[in-house]
C-alpha cells in the first residue's frame, strides 16, 4: 500500500505533506534494505515488509502498542486487514531470511557513515 502510494506521484501529491516526507525519507533510508531483500525474497514479500516498516513507524503507539491485525488493516486496508495479517505472516515465517540480512546491511550502514565521519573530522 505505502509502496504503491510512494511510487504513483499523483497518489503520493494527494497525501499530507508530512507524510509525503515520512515516505520519502523511509524510500531512501530502506533502499539498501530493500536490495539485499530482493536477492532473497519474492518481490512481494519485500513489498509487506516495506509497508509493515511504514505502517509500524507511522501507527506505532508507545501507551497501546499494535496488534498483528492492526498492521494488517494498514497494509491492505480496513476491507482485507486477514489479507494483510496473512502476508505479514507470510513474511516472518518465511524460511529465507531472517535478522541477519538486516543486521548485514545496518553494519554497512554503520561503517559508511563513520568512514564519512571520520573524512570530515568529526572522529
Same mark, same amino acid.
Given at each position: 500500500?505505502?509502496?504503491?502510494?510512494?511510487?504513483?506521484? /499523483?497518489? !503520493?501529491?494527494? =497525501?499530507? %505533506? =508530512?507524510?509525503?516526507?515520512?515516505?520519502?525519507? @523511509?524510500? &531512501?533510508?530502506?533502499?539498501?534494505?530493500?536490495?539485499?531483500? +530482493?536477492?532473497? !525474497?519474492? &518481490?512481494?514479500? @519485500?513489498? $509487506?515488509?516495506?509497508?509493515?516498516? %511504514?505502517?509500524?513507524?507511522?501507527?506505532?503507539?508507545?501507551?497501546?502498542?499494535?496488534? !498483528?491485525?492492526? !498492521?494488517?488493516?494498514?497494509?491492505?486496508? $480496513?476491507?482485507? /486487514?486477514? /489479507?494483510?495479517?496473512?502476508?505479514?505472516?507470510?513474511?516472518?515465517?518465511?524460511?529465507?531470511?531472517?535478522?541477519? @540480512?538486516?543486521?548485514? @546491511?545496518? +553494519?554497512?550502514? /554503520?561503517?559508511?557513515? %563513520?568512514?564519512? =565521519?571520520?573524512? +570530515?573530522?568529526?572522529?
Amino acid at each position: 500500500m505505502y509502496n504503491n502510494i510512494c511510487k504513483n506521484k /499523483a497518489i !503520493l501529491s494527494t =497525501q499530507p %505533506v =508530512q507524510q509525503q516526507k515520512i515516505l520519502w525519507n @523511509v524510500e &531512501k533510508y530502506l533502499s539498501s534494505y530493500l536490495s539485499s531483500l +530482493l536477492s532473497l !525474497l519474492d &518481490k512481494r514479500l @519485500v513489498g $509487506t515488509f516495506y509497508d509493515l516498516f %511504514v505502517s509500524i513507524l507511522l501507527n506505532r503507539d508507545s501507551k497501546k502498542g499494535l496488534l !498483528l491485525s492492526e !498492521l494488517g488493516k494498514y497494509i491492505c486496508g $480496513t476491507v482485507h /486487514a486477514p /489479507a494483510g495479517t496473512k502476508r505479514i505472516s507470510n513474511l516472518i515465517r518465511s524460511k529465507n531470511w531472517n535478522s541477519d @540480512v538486516l543486521e548485514k @546491511v545496518q +553494519l554497512e550502514k /554503520a561503517k559508511d557513515y %563513520v568512514l564519512e =565521519q571520520t573524512k +570530515l573530522g568529526k572522529f
